[in-house]
């Protein structure tokens, strides 16, 4: 293993952790531990993963002291590994070339182990696969190259501006990669203190803003709208990183009043971090783009008018290998270019704007539609906390348009009134057919909403 290691340029994550030593810890809610105690029990707990040749593990990480402990185990040792979300029916959410359940338990305790009676895998050491959110079509596992996947890592930590001095809160959950490629390792390869969240509502990110006293936070749009909501006095950082759904530019602003820079991060399962901002980029900047690619990261095509937008498409050293079939190997290999599905534009300074999605427009009246302009419209209407619009059904126009929107706290909203803001405010063939309200919008555990949740209700409602 460690000749495989040096020929494949894997990082020694432990021996660089526990290169800090104690001057730099890691918490959660219940207890705190130098890096160099964390590196000590992933060390142990390593111990006592499966040794075979043919081990892949399907590893449950909590955002928990043992979570990381036990992630950082299997990623040092360079076993094939599988990410799965906490929760409810493990055994059917597993991957089918999966062949050990591991869960955390208790700092002093080993982690628990189950054999699975599943297919065999051909899984090489020093892949990663991580779950796509499910948010553009059915999920599928995708592999990822150990020593890419941190690669990728340090230079997103080098693009936000991490040092040691930084203490980094983590709400994010540490399964998904944001919250393990974008947060956690950045977080460690740079020698940041770290306080982890597990549920990440807002009265735990109080009590940890309290507790930790935190400088820099990694959130999604949906966090951010709830503490928003609930924030009665400014709480300075930093700096916050967003990804998922983009702030509307009235909340980034507000969010900056009460918590200061708000740094966009651009990225995807497939890809890993693509573009984020600089802490040096003006205000303006932040909140039009999603920052400059990361260096290595380029276009897949030079825009024909840099002024229009395009069909964002991307080279990438470190993305994924390709996605994974039933035994583990990369059944459909990653192409060269990626194409995202976004529509992007250039700025001047060679930041990237997202515009929205290719795949959430339509034609109605036999003119296009971008979902993500009535989404825009909806949310300038006051009273309105969140909204989604989907596809569903047939209209005179074409197709359907459902439009879902939650209230804010005490607003008197009913649909007419978003009827009448959207006729006021967007192209005839832009105004939904029908608006439903929710008290909250289903969401994946990436934070964006789970658009095919909202497909299946509208079909449902109407």
């Given at each position: 293993?460690?000749q495989?290691?040096?020929?494949?340029g894997a990082?020694?994550l432990?021996?660089?952790i526990?290169a800090?030593?104690?001057?730099q810890?890691i918490?959660d809610?219940?207890?705190?531990?130098?890096y160099?105690?964390?590196?000590a029990?992933a060390?142990?707990?390593?111990s006592?993963?499966?040794?075979?040749?043919?081990s892949?593990?399907?590893l449950?990480?909590e955002?928990?002291l043992?979570g990381v402990?036990?992630l950082?185990a299997a990623?040092?040792?360079?076993?094939p590994?599988?990410l799965?979300?906490?929760?409810?029916n493990?055994?059917?959410?597993?991957?089918?070339?999966?062949?050990?359940?591991?869960?955390s338990?208790?700092?002093?305790?080993?982690?628990?182990?189950k054999?699975?009676?599943?297919?065999?895998?051909?899984a090489d050491?020093?892949?990663?696969?991580?779950?796509t959110?499910g948010?553009?079509?059915?999920?599928?596992?995708?592999?990822?190259?150990t020593a890419?996947?941190i690669?990728?890592?340090?230079?997103?930590?080098?693009?936000l501006?991490?040092?040691?001095q930084?203490?980094?809160?983590?709400?994010?959950p540490?399964?998904?990669?944001?919250?393990?490629g974008?947060?956690l390792?950045p977080a460690?390869?740079t020698?940041?203190?770290?306080?982890?969240?597990?549920r990440?509502?807002?009265?735990?990110v109080?009590?940890?803003e309290?507790?930790f006293?935190?400088?820099?936070?990694?959130?999604?749009?949906?966090?951010v709208?709830s503490?928003l909501?609930?924030?009665?006095r400014?709480?300075?950082?930093a700096?916050?990183c967003i990804?998922?759904?983009?702030?509307s530019?009235?909340?980034?602003?507000?969010?900056?009043?009460l918590?200061?820079?708000?740094?966009?991060?651009?990225?995807?399962?497939?890809?890993?971090?693509?573009a984020?901002?600089?802490?040096?980029?003006t205000?303006?900047?932040?909140?039009?783009s999603?920052?400059?690619?990361?260096?290595?990261?380029r276009l897949?095509?030079?825009?024909?008018?840099?002024e229009?937008?395009?069909?964002?498409?991307?080279?990438h050293?470190?993305?994924c290998?390709?996605i994974?079939?039933s035994?583990?190997?990369?059944?459909n290999?990653?192409?060269?270019?990626?194409?995202?599905?976004d529509?992007?534009l250039?700025?001047?300074?060679g930041?990237l704007?997202?515009?929205?999605?290719?795949d959430h427009?339509?034609?109605?009246?036999?003119?296009l539609?971008h979902?993500?302009d009535i989404?825009?419209?909806?949310?300038?209407c006051?009273?309105v906390?969140?909204?989604?619009?989907?596809?569903?059904?047939?209209?005179?126009r074409?197709?359907?348009?459902?439009?879902?929107y939650?209230?804010?706290?005490?607003?008197?909203?009913?649909?007419?009134?978003?009827r009448?803001h959207?006729?006021?405010?967007?192209?005839?063939?832009a105004?939904?057919?029908r608006?439903?309200?929710?008290?909250?919008?289903?969401r994946?555990?990436?934070?964006?909403?789970?658009?095919p949740?909202?497909?299946?209700l509208?079909r449902?409602?109407?």
């Open positions: 293993m460690a495989k290691r040096a020929q494949t990082y020694m432990l021996d660089m526990a800090r030593g104690d001057t810890t918490s809610t219940r207890a705190q531990m130098g160099g105690e964390l590196a029990l060390a142990r707990l390593q006592a993963l499966p040794k075979d040749q043919h892949c593990l399907g449950v990480p955002n928990t043992e402990s036990l950082l990623l040092d040792a360079g076993l590994t599988a799965i979300a906490p929760g409810q493990l055994h059917q959410r597993l991957p089918p070339f999966c062949n050990h359940l591991v869960t338990t208790g700092a002093a305790q080993p982690p628990e182990i054999r699975l009676e599943q297919a065999g895998n051909t050491p020093e892949r990663f696969y991580v779950a959110s948010s553009t079509g059915a999920p599928k596992w995708l592999v990822h190259d890419r996947l690669r990728n890592a340090q230079s997103a930590g080098k693009r501006g991490h040092t040691p930084r203490r980094i809160l983590i709400p994010v540490i399964h998904h990669m944001f919250g393990l974008a947060a390792i460690l390869l020698g940041a203190s770290i306080h982890l969240v597990q990440g509502n807002p009265l735990e109080f009590g940890a309290r507790d006293d935190p400088n820099f936070a990694y959130f999604v749009p949906s966090q709208r503490i909501a609930m924030r009665r400014p709480r300075p950082y700096g916050l990804a998922g759904d983009k702030l530019p009235e909340e980034a602003a507000r969010c900056e009043n918590h200061g820079p708000v740094l966009s991060l651009y990225g995807s399962s497939e890809t890993g971090v693509t984020a901002n600089d802490p040096s980029d205000a303006d900047i932040r909140h039009q999603a920052g400059r690619l990361l260096p290595g990261v897949g095509d030079d825009p024909q008018d840099p229009q937008p395009f069909p964002l498409r991307l080279r050293p470190d993305m290998l390709g994974a079939g035994d583990g190997a990369v059944a290999k990653q192409p060269d270019v990626h194409e995202t599905g529509i992007a250039l700025l001047p300074g930041q704007r997202i515009i929205g999605r290719r427009a339509l034609k109605r009246d036999g003119l539609v979902l993500s989404e825009a419209s909806i949310a300038q006051a009273g906390a969140d909204t989604v619009v989907v596809v569903s059904g047939q209209s005179r074409g197709d359907g348009l459902v439009a879902f939650t209230p804010k706290p005490r607003a008197a909203l009913i649909c007419e009134d978003l009448r959207c006729i006021d405010t967007l192209p005839s063939r105004v939904p057919d608006f439903i309200q929710l008290d909250a919008l289903p994946l555990a990436s934070g964006k909403p789970d658009r949740a909202l497909v299946e509208a449902r409602e109407s």
